[in-house]
């Protein structure tokens, strides 16, 4: 466990490194998701009450959208000089580069979702009730799809047919923790608390155990030639 | 440490879908030996060393390093391994020496930093290792990947087309880098299509063929008919005299 741990640490580390010094991956997806909000809120913004039903959707789909792109452009640096080649040839558990690679994708991710929440409550006219529970919600809701992303993104490592792999294996596998995640927000913003949605973490929370476990267990094998 | 002294190959097979690019390779590699494998693009070259690199997992028969069974061992076995190929395996947007210490640290060392700064002296990487490895010229780039290569002494060195794309100096360093590690008593493993690296280093020439072992030619090391012979239709000794003596007039 200490070896796994000390791994997927230092996998994270190299990946927060890069990323301060460059960052690539931050500045992008959160150039793409303050769009989608921006857009989104000249599109749909009508009165507070159906700001308060659109608003979920955009924070999510611009989550979304934003977390995947960031995973695929954080799997293509190891693409670039075979880099992961060398990672797989280090004595450290496979499951390390997952868990890294895991902690480094979350970590931008949560970078983004502060600045999403903070545009999505600011254009949408949002109480500021529940931003806490909904910021509660997108991080484990984030936590599943970017285990997912993360796991099904190293296949894009090594496969010519990168883009489809996002495409048709992992959105279909995040749908229902954007389903999830969406439907529970909406509640949120509806007036419900928290113990009101708890059958929702409770699906979300089952999707992060499911592809965290299966990054665990799968990740071996997916990058074996 | 030489963690084990020999590398023991049996019935080695490798299938890709249909493609058979291994079909019962048996070798055995030895401490002290530079081992060439030869052979013509597609015959398995590649494939060989990724399993030897236990990147690729064999469809048939064992791989033993030592008395351990390479399955089974997998992850203890990698801390014994380097590997030097085309590609630096190197981060484009961290430096040498980060990229160094990095490899140290993944390998368990307790003092990456100096390991790393070891290594920049034995290599003469100056200044440049501070700089992103994204800046750095083939030949920057190949003294980096060396360095990343041994950052743990290996015991079995695997080198794959490693002077592609090296000018005459790269290419000295590395066949002095080569010596130093069969001196030290490791198993080096080279595929080369540079003639004249793989007969200046070689012990032992062994030659691919359609995913088969063969003979290794006499002469100077094994080539396909077209690439035997050179663009005026010299025979290939020829080519290479001339080529050397251009380099030296130089």
Known sequence: MKALLRGAWLVAAKDLRIELRTKEVTMTTSFFAVIVVLLSSLAFYLDRNVAAQVAPGVLWVSVAFAGLTSVLRSWGREREEDALRGLLLSPIPRASIFFGKLLGNLLFLFAVEIVVVALVALFFHLEPEPLLPTIALLLLGSFGFVAAGTLFGALSVQSRARDLVMSIVVFPLVTPALLGGVVATRELFAGATLPEVVAWIQILGAFDLVFVGAGYLLFDALLSD | ?250
């Open chain 2, 1 to 250: 440490m030489v963690a084990f002294d020999r590398v023991r190959a049996a019935g080695l097979v490798k299938l890709y879908g249909r493609t058979r690019a291994l079909a019962g390779v048996s070798l055995e590699l030895h401490a002290g030996e530079v081992t060439v494998i030869e052979g013509p693009n597609g015959s398995g070259k590649s494939t060989l060393l990724q399993i030897l690199a236990l990147t690729a997992k064999p469809t048939d028969g064992t791989l033993t390093f030592g008395e351990l069974d390479a399955r089974r061992h997998a992850s203890t076995l990698r801390r014994h391994l380097g590997v030097v190929a085309h590609a630096s395996m190197l981060y484009p947007d961290l430096t040498g020496r980060e990229n160094v210490r990095l490899y140290a640290a993944l390998f368990g060392l307790e003092r990456p930093g100096a390991r790393a700064a070891e290594l920049f002296e034995r290599f003469a990487i100056g200044s440049f290792g501070d700089r992103p490895v994204r800046t750095y010229s083939r030949g920057q780039l190949q003294r980096v990947s060396l360095a990343r290569a041994l950052v743990a002494d290996p015991t079995l060195l695997l080198l794959d087309e490693p002077s592609t794309g090296l000018d005459v100096a790269g290419v000295a360093r590395l066949e002095e880098v080569v010596h130093a590690e069969r001196a030290r008593g490791a198993i080096v493993v080279l595929v080369t299509h540079d003639g004249g690296l793989a007969a200046r280093v070689a012990s032992r020439r062994v030659a691919l063929q359609g995913g088969r072992l063969v003979p290794a030619p006499e002469g100077p090391p094994y080539r396909t008919d077209l690439e035997a012979r050179s663009p005026d239709g010299h025979p290939p000794e020829a080519t290479e005299r001339s080529a050397a003596s251009a380099e030296e007039s130089r």
